[in-house]
């Protein structure tokens, strides 16, 4: 960590971040709060009208919904990632970074988490998908992929609250010793008494890495569960074992792009550059290259299964990706989830934050591509020829998903101006002990 | 005597309540709470089957109706009716459309001089009427009063000629619009009879159709169908052929061996060259100087000239006038509005004739017992008529359930005739073009809720009784209304004294039936027999003298070929027909079975014809005619010749409420008023178009995703070589059979499903299929399948829990190759998997396994996923995805045993469980298991040719295992590699 870094001076930089926003927040929260109400209201328009609002039909149930889930489930793969697997992995340049990752899965899995309930035909009794005391005996199908997902998601969701509060108690800590009002509360309640203590020290490091432990796994797990949606059924295209690990580098590759993508601009915004340095945005750089080749290689399999197998379906819905009616998504998903990462083989591209920016706008676009394609395609090119059909795009339907990104980045507006989005015990960690000395540039 | 239990029933139902009915009339209070005191005969949950006779198009089928607690809620054939013997079409099944119709007239109306209408009570209407006919009777105009009817029989037939004679007229038109005028024409030129023999299609051993699409919409399609299908099933060594010449392919075509497409309007020359080669080889069965006589009138034209006119080579009428000299005795048919061209005459007259020289006369085409459509009037006759209303011959005019306004052309101006007529009265349930042009509205009982009789064939009488109280308690019977108005200006007669004068009238007819058949039986007890089995069927055979030529001498003229424009074929649609079926909502929804399209017409261009043009399927055409033009989306499609164009006819409503509103565009308004100098007929084909592309493509609401099998074993085919060597195989036992995944008791590592008691299975035998479709509105019919309309079929969201697949031959990769599709149908319903996929996905079991065998759907249980739908390989699974309306009193026809769907649920065919239901309710009352044929599944009961068989797997004696057994060669399971165990087993179509 750069030496010009003292903790005083760490403390003060990163509580700023707090400070009473500008005009453009205000802005900003106003525009995304209008696309939550259009989600919102589409919402409500389907719930009352039917899902026949939205553009499924009948050989394609699942459609942007769906895709959207994923989408977001896989958003949400990389703030474990970074924050659990590196920490046990003791990689230094995730400190600076975790915190935001952390959020965007928390915010990804609270996005996603609707999806489920926002495709379900009949979402008011979407409990009975719940294990339940029930008087007729009635438990959920625990053979069904869907009541994985439940239980993936559910536990997903509360480890990695738990993990980002956790992470975050000795930073609201200072804020609480701040501040004053119904903030002092606030703090209070989230900083759980924390003293700074040796001996909470002790204890709160243990746990913390017990809790990293704990939630690894998840982030293969959950993803897996996600992806068993669909190998689980016999729908070519989608009955594949190669998809747990598939699904999971694809979610990690969209995962990094998304924090980059947040990254950047946020630190611009709040001049977090001694923080977040080139070196970090680099680190980052080269993990979305090897989750490239990884999402790349698993293109690759899928391909080459289909052919292999001799599998006529198989090979029937690959030649439909290829040229059929959605041929532009399936290509650009090449495009963007393997070729145009392929620029950070060079240093002056992973330096360079106009491409970045570009690459991870370019990975972003083509993950969602890459669920689309799978899930709508596969569809839309079953078994029985006639019952191919294409949906069609209505504008709840887009309501929804438009609606879910507003709800995203109003979550991370949010969360950027009452919490810390830089860890600042564990940046503290990284530099020199303060130690107390009578020289001018100390006091001054 | 060999009664099956459940006719027992219905009979039994039938004559109980058949008695009662007299007593119940519409005067009677209808309360809010039914049944305070309990009706004698209605028992709650208990279905009472009334028969009745279908009058959805001339054939006259008997019908059974279903009624729940006082309401129609099902349509099903009449077993021991001649005409159908227990089958019905979607038409048949959809009367019920018109019964419980929202569209429904229920108050007389008068037309204001602004023509917004008034609404009367009876009594002003009466009156109005009744002060009318006296004033015209007093000036002597009596004579001028006409009356124009569709094709009736017997007593309201009988009635409507009282009526007239009683005011001193004899203008009376028999009109329906696919009359048959050319078939009475040529019978008369041929055989000096005027009439419509019956075809025996079960004794032909080979069969011909000229333009004849008897599957579909000719003449008697449910018989046809049922007979067609009985003389194709293989033998054992062979099937019979089935060549099929005309412009179109039609559902009869393709279900041809051959279609063959001369150039529209040389039809009766291809006819004639086969004449020839059957004269020519000596083996006619007429006499050598007959023979001699008749070569001589056709002598002109050469084999080689034949060919080049008709595009139809030498060699392929050779060898269809040997397959018809081989078989023993064959049929050739012909006539219909796809070749009712200015020829068609002479197609039919040369048809006539090879049916003469082959010696099927007398026993394929047989005039012995002539069908009663023969008293039909023309289009001739149609056409004087407006004629002498335009002059003002006619003073007053009636007119019940027909409607020449639609069905004729543009230019007869029918309209406009009416308006010269002083006096109009509609009798009539719709609001129909006509309708709306007549002065005097009066609405009357459709034909379920009236009483009267029907007579396809001389002896064969259907009897038609109320089904149920008329839904609507402000129409009238017809016949009571005629009977009324009659005894008050005449004022004789003593029937309108009684409560239903027209039931009376009927009664006292059938006592001169029952007197004719020489009964013991003492009428009373006769008629409640004859009420509950729907008629008397003792059809006569008239022992006239045998049929012989009328004259040796024909002429036959060579047509001139416009070369630079489009031939116009139209031609019926099978759901539709004329066009009164347009306001029922389950014709509309119903796939045309060749293009798939639901809702709208269209125009069938050859592909070669549409690129030309620059044509795309869904490009709006603009058809011109020198009389008219209309405005249709183009269908491109190889089953039409190329240079000509087909459109079905029936839709391009302008009236005729919601659901026909609207819908496509009227091709009758192109064709000529004239009438053909010929035939008298209406031209319906031949006429030459112009066709504009317009500036806009519209999407098509067809059901079909792709019309091709992608080389995808999903219908399979077998030819009759490889089917004898296969049975051959299998008899010596020889057949090595390769392990099969997919059938019961293939290896696996899962316990299979245990079945105690029943497993419910299903085979269809594709050969028989003909694709008519009658399942699938059978299907919506008794499960409660709501209609979505238009633009959710465009949307792919149909519900049919049944659906005819259809593909097309694939398309030869050359596209310079000639292509002549075929196209193979295949019902598709929940195959109900013994390994279902849909089953372990569910979240919440609201889709699970019984102990029958039976996927069941909880609909009450189903959270909307729409996982089970994704992981159906058969894609029968349908989506709630809206609460769909059934609007009041569509609503009174909802099966009450079946649960209407809400938004949000899943739902599916369940092999009709409510019927296993009641079948097992049944069979355990009387103390035993359930024997085969007690459940019959709604499309099983519906479809013509008994394609579908339905019964228990585990009974080894039952039809369904029988079938299979029988057929083993021949059965397979769709996509049966996926090892999802369907309870259907298909039987292979036949291809000779």
Redesign the interface.
């Known amino acids: 960590m750069s030496f010009q870094l003292s903790y005083k001076k760490t403390d003060l930089d990163l509580t700023q971040t707090l400070n009473k926003p500008k005009k453009w927040y205000y802005v900003a929260v106003f525009l995304l709060g209008l696309g939550v109400a259009w989600g919102a209201g589409s919402w409500l328009h389907q719930i009352l009208?039917?899902?026949?609002v939205a553009?499924?039909?009948?050989?394609?149930?699942?459609y942007l919904y769906i895709t959207t889930f994923v989408f977001w489930v896989g958003i949400a793969h990389s703030g474990t990632l970074i924050s659990a697997i590196l920490f046990l992995f003791r990689v230094k340049w995730r400190a600076s970074v975790y915190r935001s990752a952390e959020a965007v899965t928390v915010f990804g899995l609270a996005t996603a988490g609707l999806f489920?309930l926002l495709?379900?035909?009949?979402?008011w009794?979407?409990y009975?998908?719940l294990p339940y005391p029930q008087m007729g005996g009635?438990f959920?199908?625990f053979?069904?992929?869907?009541?994985w997902d439940?239980f993936a998601i559910t536990t997903y969701l509360t480890v990695s609250s738990i993990f980002f509060l956790t992470g975050m108690v000795p930073d609201v800590a200072i804020i609480r010793d701040k501040a004053r009002g119904w903030r002092k509360k606030l703090y209070g309640f989230l900083a759980q008494g924390w003293q700074g203590t040796d001996n909470q020290w002790r204890h709160y490091t243990a746990a913390y890495v017990f809790l990293a432990a704990l939630a690894t796994p998840l982030v293969i797990s959950v993803h897996s569960i996600v992806s068993w949606?669909f190998a689980?059924?016999?729908?070519p295209g989608w009955h594949s074992t190669i998809f747990a690990p598939y699904f999971v580098s694809g979610a990690i590759h969209s995962g990094l792009a998304m924090v980059m993508l947040i990254l950047i601009p946020m630190r611009s915004a709040f001049r977090l550059h001694p923080y977040i340095t080139d070196h970090h945005l680099e680190s980052l750089a080269k993990f979305l290259l090897f989750t490239a080749t990884m999402v790349g290689f698993a293109y690759f399999v899928e391909v080459f299964i289909a052919w292999y197998s001799h599998n006529?379906w198989e090979q029937?819905i690959f030649i439909y990706r290829a040229f059929g009616d959605y041929w532009p998504a399936f290509w650009s998903l090449f495009v963007c989830n393997l070729l145009v990462p392929q620029l950070f083989w060079w240093k002056r591209f992973r330096r360079s934050i106009p491409f970045l920016v570009f690459v991870s706008v370019a990975v972003t676009i083509g993950m969602f591509f890459e669920r689309f394609v799978i899930i709508t395609t596969s569809?839309a090119h079953?078994?029985?020829?006639?019952?191919?059909?294409?949906?069609?795009l209505t504008f709840t339907e887009l309501g929804i998903v438009v609606g879910s990104f507003s709800w995203f980045f109003f979550l991370f507006l949010i969360f950027a101006k009452t919490l810390p989005v830089v860890s600042m015990w564990e940046v503290k960690e990284q530099l020199d002990p303060p130690v107390v000395r009578k020289s001018k540039d100390r006091t001054s | 005597m060999n009664l099956p239990r459940r006719d027992f029933l219905k009979i039994i139902g039938g004559a109980t309540v058949a008695t009662a009915l007299p007593g119940c009339t519409p005067k009677k209070p209808q309360s809010l709470i039914p049944y305070v005191i309990p009706h004698e005969e209605i028992i709650p949950g208990k279905s009472v089957w009334y028969a009745s006779v279908c009058r959805e198009c001339p054939a006259g089928c008997g019908v059974h109706v279903r009624v729940r607690e006082g309401r129609a809620v099902k349509v099903e054939g009449n077993p021991l009716h001649p005409v159908n013997r227990g089958t019905l079409c979607a038409r048949g099944q959809a009367s019920l459309h018109g019964l419980y119709n929202p569209d429904r007239l229920q108050h007389p109306l008068r037309k204001r001089p602004d023509g917004s209408w008034e609404q009367l009570t009876w009594e002003q209407a009466e009156e109005l009427l009744v002060t009318e006919l006296q004033r015209i009777v007093k000036e002597r105009r009596g004579s001028r009063v006409a009356w124009m009817t569709p094709h009736l029989t017997g007593s309201l037939d009988a009635l409507v000629d009282e009526f007239l004679t009683s005011l001193g007229s004899r203008r009376r038109l028999r009109y329906e619009p696919f009359g048959f005028e050319t078939l009475k024409e040529a019978n008369k030129a041929t055989f000096g009879r005027s009439e419509i023999p019956m075809y025996d299609f079960a004794r032909a051993q080979a069969i011909v159709s000229f333009g004849a699409d008897f599957l579909e919409t000719w003449v008697s399609p449910v018989s046809h169908a049922r007979e067609f299908t009985e003389t194709r099933t293989f033998n054992g060594k062979s099937v019979n052929r089935f060549v099929y010449v005309g412009p179109r392919l039609s559902l009869t075509a393709t279900n041809a061996d051959e279609w063959i497409a001369p150039v529209p309007g040389t039809e009766h020359l291809v006819a004639l060259a086969v004449l020839d080669f059957i004269l020519a080889s000596g083996k006619a069965t007429t006499s050598r100087t007959e023979t001699r006589e008749l070569q001589q009138s056709i002598r002109g034209i050469s084999p080689a000239e034949v060919a080049e006119i008709t595009g139809v080579n030498a060699e392929r009428t050779r060898s269809l006038a040997n397959m018809l000299l081989e078989a023993k005795p064959s049929l050739v048919v012909a006539g219909g509005p796809v070749i009712g061209n200015e020829y068609e005459l002479q197609t039919l007259v040369a048809v006539n004739l090879i049916n003469y020289v082959l010696g099927n006369i007398g026993t394929t085409v047989r005039f012995d017992e002539p069908l009663a459509l023969s008293a039909l009037g023309s289009y001739a006759d149609l056409s004087r008529f407006a004629q002498s209303m335009e002059q003002g011959e006619i003073s007053a005019l009636f007119f019940t359930e027909t409607n020449p306004v639609f069905t004729t052309a543009h230019r007869l101006n029918f309209g406009h005739a009416m308006t010269k007529i002083p006096l109009t009265v509609a009798f009539s349930s719709f609001m129909d073009e006509t309708t709306a042009q007549a002065g005097l509205v009066l609405p009357i009982h459709t034909s379920l809720e009236s009483w009267g009789d029907f007579e396809p064939t001389d002896g064969t009488t259907g009897l038609m009784q109320p089904a149920m109280q008329p839904v609507f308690r402000t129409t009238r019977m017809l016949g009571d209304l005629l009977i009324r108005l009659k005894e008050k200006i005449t004022g004789r007669g003593t029937l309108s004294g009684s409560e239903q004068p027209f039931y009376e009238y009927v009664k006292a007819r059938w006592r001169s039936v029952h007197r004719r058949t020489g009964t013991r039986q003492d009428f009373d007890g006769w008629w409640t027999e004859r009420l509950a089995n729907g008629g008397e069927f003792n059809p006569r055979r008239t022992t006239r003298l045998p049929v012989r030529l009328a004259t040796r001498k024909y002429r036959f003229t060579s047509p001139q070929i416009n070369d630079s424009d489009f031939t116009l074929v139209t031609y019926p649609s099978i759901s539709l027909y004329d066009g009164r079926g347009a306001n029922r909502p389950w014709l509309q929804e119903l796939p045309d079975p060749m293009t798939q399209i639901t809702w709208e017409n269209w125009i069938e261009i050859h592909p070669s014809d549409a690129g030309k043009l620059g044509i795309k399927r869904g490009d709006i055409v603009k058809v011109v005619s020198d009389q008219d033009s209309i405005e249709l989306p183009a269908y491109v499609y190889a089953g039409v010749r190329p240079g000509t164009v087909a459109v079905p006819i029936g839709q391009g409503h302008t009236e005729y409420g919601r659901y026909a509103k609207g819908n496509g565009a009227n091709v009758i308004s192109l064709l000529d008023p004239l009438p053909l100098q010929s035939s008298g007929s209406q031209e319906w084909s031949g006429l030459s178009v112009r066709l504009v592309k317009e500036d806009k493509t519209v999407p098509l609401a067809d059901v079909a995703g792709s019309d091709y099998l992608h080389g995808r074993n999903i219908v399979q085919v077998v030819t009759v070589d490889e089917l004898l060597r296969q049975t051959n195989e299998l008899a010596e036992g020889k057949e090595k059979k390769e392990i099969t995944f997919g059938e019961p008791g293939s290896p696996t590592l899962y316990p299979e499903h245990e079945h105690p008691d029943y497993r419910w299975g299903m085979t269809i035998d594709l050969d028989k299929c003909t694709g008519c479709s009658a399942c699938v509105t059978a299907c919506y019919a008794e499960n409660n399948i709501p209609v979505v309309g238009k633009h959710q079929v465009e949307i792919g969201r149909e519900l049919s829990w049944l659906r005819i697949e259809r593909y097309f031959d694939d398309p030869p990769k050359d596209p310079s190759f000639p292509y002549f599709p075929n196209a193979e149908f295949l019902p598709m319903m929940c195959q109900q998997c013994d390994n279902a996929p849909c089953e372990p996905v569910c979240p919440v079991y609201a889709s699970y396994h019984t102990p029958e065998g039976l996927n069941a759907q909880v609909y009450n249980r189903c959270v909307g996923t729409r996982y089970c739908a994704n992981n159906c390989p058969y894609k029968v699974r349908r989506f709630n995805w809206f609460d769909y309306e059934f609007p009041e009193p569509l609503n009174w026809q909802l099966n009450p045993d079946v649960t209407v769907r809400s938004k949000g649920v899943m739902e599916k065919c369940t092999f009709c469980v409510q019927r296993i239901v009641e079948a097992k309710n049944s069979a355990r009352l009387e103390g035993r298991p359930v024997a085969d044929g007690d459940v019959t599944t709604a499309c099983q009961q519906a479809c013509p040719t008994q394609a579908i068989v339905f019964g228990d797997l585990k009974d080894p004696s039952s039809r369904v295992n029988a079938l299979r057994e029988k057929n083993k060669v021949r059965g397979y399971r769709v996509l049966e590699e996926l090892n999802t165990q369907p309870a259907v087993v298909y039987l292979k179509e036949i291809r000779s």
Not at chain 1, 49 to 52: L, W
């Open positions: 009208t039917g899902i026949g553009g499924k039909n009948n050989p394609v149930g699942w489920p495709h379900m035909g009949r979402v009794v979407f009975w998908t009635l959920p199908n053979r069904s992929p869907l009541v439940v949606d689980m059924s016999i729908v006529p029937a569809l079953e078994y029985i020829p006639f019952m191919w059909g294409l949906p069609d």
